[in-house]
């Protein structure tokens, strides 16, 4: 049974950091493209960061590129998203995803002073 | 980027009916390599992380119940739910994974009367 796992998340300053984890089981993790997707409260669903099998490939949405960093450990089977600069608008769900097909039940992340 | 435009916002519906749900892409998402639609539907029930429904426009997730129906090509695809349960209570949301910044739709709730 496939199992993704987020974790990391809380309640952070403006402009501190926080480093996101998402431990995956019962799936040979290293074959797939991982993704992080966010919820803001209320909101809908935006797609942050996705890294390729072997993470020599990451990909960002434009509002966040220069602040997060996705990044897998493929001997961990641990998918991480590093987050800069926190901002008020970063509040959200975090959720991990595989291949955009199976999501973990997500990690908050509130930002606020 | 491309832009995910999907209808309605809300709709509410007794049980057994029939819903329909819509979403158009701002360019295609008809790979002409393997002539695949990357568009997938996922469902959002409350409280709860996004479930995929729909991937490649048209195929069922395994354990997918067959009321739920994805229909379309190339940049005008539809979820039908026939049959409505009040299991069904949730949000639905389109994706486009064609290429990146992947895009969701806005999402559509479903209510049921």
């Known amino acids: 049974e496939v199992q993704l796992v987020e974790s990391g998340g809380g309640l952070v300053q403006p402009g501190r950091s926080l480093k996101l984890s998402c431990a995956a089981s019962g799936f040979t993790y290293s074959n797939y493209v991982m993704a992080w997707v966010r919820q803001a409260p209320t909101k809908g669903l935006e797609w942050v960061a996705s890294i390729s099998t072997g993470g020599g490939n990451t990909y960002y949405r434009d509002s966040v590129k220069g602040r997060f960093t996705i990044s897998r450990d493929n001997a961990k089977n641990t998918l991480y998203l590093q987050i800069d600069s926190l901002r008020s608008e970063d509040t959200a769900t975090y959720y991990c995803?595989?291949?955009?097909?199976?999501w973990g039940p997500g990690t908050m992340v509130t930002v606020s002073s | 980027d491309i832009v995910m435009t999907q209808s309605p916002f809300s709709l509410a519906v007794s049980e057994g009916e029939m819903v329909t749900i819509n979403c158009k892409s701002s360019?295609?998402?008809?790979?002409?390599?393997?002539?695949?639609?990357?568009l997938a539907w996922y469902q959002q029930k409350p409280g709860q992380s996004p479930k995929l429904l729909i991937y490649y426009a048209s195929t069922r997730q395994s354990g997918v119940p067959d009321r739920f129906i994805g229909s379309g090509s190339g940049t005008d695809f539809t979820l039908t739910i026939s049959d409505v349960q009040a299991e069904d209570l949730a949000d639905y949301y389109c994706?486009?994974?064609?290429?990146?910044?992947?895009?969701f739709g806005s999402g559509t709730k479903l209510e049921i009367k």
């Open positions: 995803a595989k291949d955009m097909r199976g």
């Open positions: 994706l486009q994974h064609y290429s990146y910044p992947l895009t």
């Open positions: 360019q295609s998402l008809l790979s002409s390599g393997n002539q695949k639609n990357y």
